[in-house]
C-alpha cells in the first residue's frame, strides 16, 4: 500500500484517485489512522435513499411519472430534435442576451 500524508496527497489528489480506481492501495495517514481510497460501485436507488431518503418504490414512481410525461409531451408534438450545430447556434445565441 502507498501511504501518504494529507498534505502530500491534497497536491496531488486525481493522481491517487485514478490510482486507487485502478484497483492500486493507496492509503492517507490521519493522525494514528490510516484512510484507505477504494472505488466503490454506486447505484442511483442507493444513492436517491442515502442522500434524499427516497425509497425504491417512491423512486419506481417517479421514473413511471417522468415516462408518463415524457409521452404526454411526445404525443403532443412538444419534444423537438435538434443537431449539434443548432443547440451551438442557441447556446451562442443565448449567450448574448
Request: proline residues 1%.
Amino acid at each position: 500500500m502507498k501511504t501518504l500524508t494529507i498534505t502530500d496527497a491534497k497536491k496531488n489528489l486525481g493522481q491517487w484517485l485514478l490510482a486507487a480506481a485502478r484497483g492500486e492501495d493507496v492509503g492517507i495517514i490521519s493522525g494514528s489512522d490510516i484512510i484507505a481510497l477504494r472505488k466503490v460501485e454506486v447505484e442511483s436507488t442507493d444513492y436517491a435513499y442515502r442522500e434524499y431518503g427516497v425509497t425504491s418504490e417512491e423512486l419506481k414512481a417517479f421514473d413511471k411519472a417522468a415516462e408518463n410525461r415524457y409521452q404526454e409531451q411526445k404525443r403532443r408534438g412538444k419534444l423537438v430534435t435538434k443537431t449539434p450545430d443548432q443547440l451551438r447556434k442557441m447556446i451562442e445565441e443565448t449567450n448574448r442576451h
